[in-house]
């Protein structure tokens, strides 16, 4: 088993391990909503705390799990990923996969959604095609923040960049696109970004 494979299993356990007790607090607060406490705005607090770490789990899970080459994923549940975990944000994910697709795409794909993330701290408009087997990510926003060492992580798997967990996607990336024999490439321009796999 390669480093790749085990730090997948990792972070796959985390999640399914995490996932439970947020889903009994969130059941608990439900309860609590039916027996009338729900109106206090404390409640209210809990529940959207609740909502948005369990969205943020289920995008871990796919970007940072185990993904087997021959396993695919349904486009419903990533659109329900990432639906449930931008609502209300600055940043707008236009999802535009039709079709279920295979899991280790689905993995570099949400990696490099972390990328443009980091990339979109003021927010901005991201839309994601696939052409056949070619995936595309084009973000665009009147203001970016580019920290190349990181974004050369993204081309060049020799690049030696002192990586922390706040930035640790990028590391990531290589790796993963390694494993569905790809090659990523980027476009940056002033006001627009674009990553193609």
């Known amino acids: 088993m390669n480093e790749l494979e085990l730090n997948s299993l990792v972070g796959s356990r985390i999640c399914h391990d995490l996932i ?3 889903g009994a607090i969130g059941n608990g607060v439900e309860l609590l909503s039916m027996s009338g406490v729900g109106a206090a705005p404390e409640m209210s607090l809990i529940t959207e705390s609740v909502d948005s770490a369990n969205a943020r789990i289920r995008f871990f899970r796919v970007a940072y799990g185990a993904a087997k080459s021959d396993s695919m994923i349904g486009n419903a549940e990533l659109k329900s990923v990432l639906s449930d975990l931008y ?8 999802w535009r996969i039709g079709e279920d697709v295979p899991r280790t795409e689905a993995k570099l794909a949400f990696l490099l959604l972390q990328c443009m993330e980091s990339a979109f701290p003021w927010g901005g408009k991201l839309q994601v095609t696939r052409s056949g087997e070619t995936w595309n990510i084009f973000g665009k926003a009147d203001r970016m923040k580019i920290d190349e060492p990181f974004w050369e992580l993204l081309i060049d798997d020799g690049k030696q960049v002192d990586v922390t967990a706040s930035n640790v996607h990028f590391a990531l990336i290589q790796p993963a696109a390694q494993q569905v024999g790809r090659r990523v490439t980027t476009n940056i321009t002033d006001a627009s970004l674009s990553i193609s796999f």
């Open 87 to 94: 609502r209300g944000n600055r940043l707008i994910i236009d």
């Open 20 to 22: 439970s007790p947020l």
